[in-house]
């Protein structure tokens, strides 16, 4: 098979592709991707496709680092370089990951989570009750990041009249051509809006989570997080906790309109909203790699990985893995056992896991309250980008259900 370049985000116009590393998993589940003219950093990096792998690679940080190895100045998650490397909640190991990590999950315990469940749920069924049959729509723009912007808004205590903005530098920043996940120059926003908003939420304390984290304090010694991490905190956590849900909840809604048996089987039996949404999150895995760099040699398969070397770890194909769920490339919301790793695994698995089940199962319920189906009504298109893969445009129409 043609191979496909991994570091160009061109190579995912198209959605993820599958057909790829389906034979890449029978043929060549590890291998060595040759750096290209749009590799950053012009190095090649190893290229992990497999369930056992992949998961492998995730729950044993003492070999393959978040953070810097070997010689290397920089390190990080995505095939570039960061310099801040060891500094970020997800780029760094050990104690330091231990330490950060125990500080901030302290706004997002369940009951922290738990507590924005009436507001989110009271705007998911206002959404749908103006939903009118015979509209037409663009879902993913138009409904998908709804409940997701309104979650991490609130977590984070962005005002109402700020959100627009932010998202927006968001949307343009994952669309434009970068060697990162989210273009430098919109990432700058959103770093500068975080200072701001870090000195409100220090003299002027309110009730969300983001207050609580900039004024918590860590137990070995009574310090606080510096500007540079709360910023760095909201950075990270703005983007990934909007649009990863927001790629999710669009990839659910298209996998029910193409699967109605599927969404029969859920209206039948609300009860199994919580499998469901464990399959929405295998189906869609919304960040579909992760990037560790190895801290000592080790052998995966045959294939012998050097201290320094940068190795990628496929989610998306992992949850794609014939040798571990049957008929994988089948949406099935009664999935048993369906140990997906949509949201990571080990020590870096999904801070935001609890908040984003939530959401899916809001939306999930209040969609199938509503006295209405969605059908698709146009041709559906990809965000163009390997880090966060995910639908762009879904227009659908809405029909009655007795039609």
Excluded at 172 to 177: H, N, P, R, V
Excluded at 243 to 253: K, L, N, P, Q, V
Excluded at 260 to 285: M, N, Q
Excluded at 314 to 330: I, K, T
């Amino acid at each position: 098979m043609q191979p496909i370049d991994l570091s160009d985000d061109l190579s995912f116009t198209a959605g993820f592709p599958h057909e790829y590393f389906t034979w890449l998993r029978k043929n060549s589940p590890i291998y060595w991707h040759e750096p290209t003219h749009v590799t950053p950093d012009k190095e090649g990096f190893w290229v992990v496709c497999c369930y056992k792998d992949v998961n492998y690679v995730l729950r044993n940080p003492t070999i393959f680092s978040s953070d810097k190895a070997g010689e290397r100045v920089g390190g990080g998650t995505g095939i570039k370089d960061e310099k801040t490397a060891g500094k970020l909640l997800n780029q760094s190991d050990g104690t330091q990951h231990r330490r950060l990590r125990a500080l901030v999950q302290k706004g997002f315990t369940l009951k922290a989570v738990q507590e924005l469940e009436d507001v989110l749920r009271e705007k998911a069924r206002t959404i749908f009750r103006k939903l009118k049959v015979g509209d037409k729509l663009d879902f993913a723009v138009s409904i998908s990041p709804e409940i997701p912007t309104q979650a991490i808004c609130t977590v984070l205590g962005v005002p109402e009249k700020d959100r627009k903005d932010l998202c927006e530098w968001i949307d343009l920043g994952i669309e434009a051509t970068s060697t990162s996940v989210i273009a430098s120059e919109y990432l700058a926003k959103i770093r500068k809006y975080s200072k701001s908003l870090i000195e409100t939420k220090r003299d002027r304390p309110t009730q969300d989570i983001f207050s609580r984290i900039v004024h918590a304090e860590f137990e070995e010694d009574g310090s606080k997080l510096t500007d540079y991490e709360l910023g760095s905190f909201f950075s990270l956590l703005f983007p990934a906790g909007a649009e990863t849900t927001t790629r999710s909840i669009s990839g659910a809604i298209q996998a029910f309109i193409e699967n109605p048996r599927e969404l029969d089987k859920l209206r039948a039996d609300k009860t199994l909203v919580k499998s469901a949404i464990e399959e929405v999150v295998r189906w869609t895995t919304p960040s579909v790699y992760k990037r560790r760099t190895a801290k000592s040699e080790t052998v995966i398969q045959d294939c012998r990985i050097a201290i320094g070397d940068k190795v990628t770890v496929w989610e998306m194909s992992a949850n794609r893995d014939e040798q571990v769920f049957d008929d994988p490339f089948l949406f099935n919301i009664e999935r048993e056992p369906n140990k997906h790793l949509g949201f990571g695994a080990g020590a870096h698995f999904c801070l935001g896991a609890s908040l984003a089940r939530l959401e899916l199962k809001i939306v999930l319920e209040e969609f199938l309250a509503s006295d209405v189906l969605l059908s698709i009504d146009g041709p559906i298109e990809w965000t163009p980008n390997n880090r966060l893969v995910g639908i762009k445009r879904l227009p659908v129409k809405v029909v009655s259900r007795s039609s």
